[in-house]
């Protein structure tokens, strides 16, 4: 078996406590990075999820590029987002304790909009750093990852960071972007999450691939709470079953 770590950003949608039901059923632990403005409109639901046992983290509050905010909204972003959550976990009767971030599109703020692992344009780094310690101030801390052992996670830029990136997007967020040719299908996004050569459409890790059926190397799977795809979310999750992934708790 190998295994892997569930993460979901841009929740909560309104499919978000059926999707949440249905991994349940499986015994299927996940993290959803949620955007605040949506936390306020389903807090019924996330209050109920996170009595499930689900962890429920933060991935701002309007889900902006960091890179085209200012500092003040930066901080903005995530502390609002912060205290929503936190009032969220005590109305559910526990504490907002394990602090946990991803900025919206991997986009850390340094003015390279996500694109991390291109040479040019060169980070700002003052600007990134300030961020990071920023998160730290407020209590965020990043998860040990065992057995996620791709160098790029562990690099000299990232190897202090505390958000949390991922090693292998499901990229079901395509079909409704339909910018992306081949990916255009949730038959397309099926067929790419069993290759054992997926195609890294955005370029952005290198050479090494990430086929969910290598044992190398544990995965942080990433996968979206969006309305327009919900219809797909039981069916992706059951393809990966079929690959005989494990899912651990973090």
Same mark, same amino acid.
Request: glycine content about 4%.
């Given at each position: 078996?190998?295994?892997?770590?569930?993460?979901?950003?841009?929740?909560?949608?309104?499919?978000?406590?059926?999707?949440?039901?249905?991994?349940?059923?499986?015994? +299927?632990?996940?993290?959803?990075?949620?955007?605040?403005?949506?936390?306020?409109?389903?807090?019924?639901?996330?209050?109920?999820? +996170?009595?499930?046992?689900?962890?429920?983290?933060?991935?701002?509050?309007?889900?902006?590029?960091?890179?085209?905010?200012?500092?003040?909204?930066?901080?903005?972003?995530?502390?609002?987002?912060?205290?929503?959550?936190?009032?969220?976990?005590?109305?559910?009767?526990?504490?907002?304790?394990?602090?946990?971030?991803?900025?919206?599109?991997?986009?850390?703020?340094?003015?390279?909009?996500?694109?991390?692992?291109?040479?040019?344009?060169?980070?700002?780094?003052?600007?990134?750093?300030?961020?990071?310690?920023?998160?730290?101030?407020?209590?965020?801390?990043?998860?040990?990852?065992?057995?996620?052992?791709?160098?790029?996670?562990?690099?000299?830029?990232?190897?202090?960071?505390?958000?949390?990136?991922?090693?292998?997007?499901?990229?079901?967020?395509?079909i409704i972007k339909k910018n992306i040719k081949g990916l255009e299908t949730i038959e397309n996004v099926l067929e790419r999450v069993e290759s054992k050569?997926?195609?890294?459409?955005?370029?952005?890790?290198?050479?090494?691939?990430?086929?969910?059926?290598?044992?190398?190397?544990?995965? +942080?799977?990433?996968?979206?709470?969006?309305?327009?795809?919900?219809?797909?979310?039981?069916?992706?999750?059951?393809?990966?079953?079929?690959?005989?992934?494990?899912?651990?708790?973090?």
């Open positions: 078996m190998k295994t892997s770590y569930l993460t979901i950003d841009d929740s909560p949608s309104s499919k978000f406590l059926e999707h949440c039901n249905y991994l349940n059923a499986l015994q +299927i632990p996940a993290v959803f990075f949620c955007i605040g403005k949506n936390l306020e409109e389903e807090a019924d639901a996330v209050i109920k999820v +996170i009595k499930m046992g689900f962890k429920i983290q933060n991935h701002s509050y309007s889900h902006p590029h960091f890179s085209s905010i200012s500092l003040k909204e930066t901080c903005d972003e995530i502390g609002k987002t912060d205290e929503i959550i936190t009032a969220l976990y005590l109305d559910a009767g526990y504490d907002y304790h394990e602090k946990w971030f991803r900025f919206p599109y991997g986009d850390k703020g340094d003015g390279k909009f996500g694109q991390n692992f291109k040479m040019f344009p060169l980070p700002d780094l003052k600007r990134a750093s300030y961020i990071q310690d920023f998160l730290k101030e407020i209590g965020y801390t990043k998860p040990k990852f065992e057995n996620v052992n791709y160098s790029y996670l562990n690099s000299k830029r990232f190897n202090n960071d505390i958000d949390l990136l991922w090693t292998f997007d499901i990229m079901e967020w395509a050569k997926p195609k890294d459409y955005l370029k952005a890790y290198g050479n090494r691939k990430r086929w969910l059926g290598n044992h190398d190397s544990d995965e +942080i799977i990433l996968l979206h709470d969006h309305i327009e795809t919900s219809a797909e979310f039981k069916n992706i999750i059951n393809k990966l079953i079929t690959l005989q992934i494990e899912f651990k708790a973090l």
